[in-house]
């Protein structure tokens, strides 16, 4: 079984530039989370969504982030204009019903 | 405030020996208490997890130990071994997976 793809793995911006990044969750997974690692820390969630609906999403930045997962499968996560504290490991994860939380690898942004 | 306060911040261990982190909470409404395990450029993956109902579960050579009174628990590793050397998370949630909030982690390393 497939886990959470992510893509891309690393990404290289200059600042105030746009950046996107992509999750797909394990398959029958409803349910599906937007994390922020910084550097030497716990993932802190950005997102969590049921199927297409953002249902917590009190800790993105809304003036920059936005997320959508159309169709509740694939999901995107956006930044624009990128800061240099954007610099971070931006993990998607996904669940289903009663079960653990599967993390993907994530993707590494630096904003230079 | 929903925190999650984990110690050291980095363990040097000997193969063969126990390895011990330490955790604590301050919502008394968590109700389920994960440690993931992570190795650099990977995502968070769930190595085991505890309930308020029982003070204490072991898998293998992992065992959590759970003090509801205290808002405390802790990982042991037994017999730790140099595959072991990984980031560990602990976290709480009021919901499974639904809410995690993660601790600052710990860099353990097994020296052979």
């Known amino acids: ?36 690692q910084n550097l030497g820390q716990g993932p802190e969630l950005l997102i969590r969504y049921e199927n297409e609906e953002a249902v917590d999403d009190s800790q993105l930045p809304k003036d920059r982030f936005s997320a959508e997962r159309l169709k509740g499968v694939d999901s995107t996560l956006k930044i624009q204009p990128a800061e240099l504290g954007d610099s971070a490991v931006y993990l998607c994860a996904s669940s289903g019903l009663n079960t653990e939380a599967f993390f993907g690898q994530g993707t590494r942004l630096t904003v230079v | 405030q929903q925190q999650v306060k984990q110690s ?3 363990l040097i261990v000997q193969k063969g020996g126990i390895s011990i982190i330490n955790c604590a909470y301050e919502n008394t409404a968590f109700d389920y208490f994960p440690w993931y395990q992570q190795f650099p450029g990977k995502g968070p993956a769930l190595l085991i997890a505890i309930r308020p109902d029982v003070s204490e579960k072991k898998e293998g050579r992992f065992t959590i130990s759970f003090n509801k009174s205290a808002k405390q628990f802790s990982l042991h590793i037994m017999d730790s071994q140099p595959g072991d050397s990984a980031t560990y998370f ?23």
Not at chain 1, 20 to 32: M, V
């Open chain 1, 1 to 36: 079984e497939a886990g959470v793809v992510q893509s891309p793995r690393y990404k290289i911006i200059e600042k105030k530039q746009p950046v996107a990044f992509w999750c797909n969750p394990i398959s029958g997974h409803n349910t599906l989370y937007w994390y922020l």
């Open chain 2, 8 to 10: 050291p911040q980095s």
């Open chain 2, 90 to 112: 602990c976290a709480a949630s009021r919901q499974g997976a639904q809410k995690l909030v993660f601790g600052q982690g710990t860099r353990l390393t097994i020296n052979p």
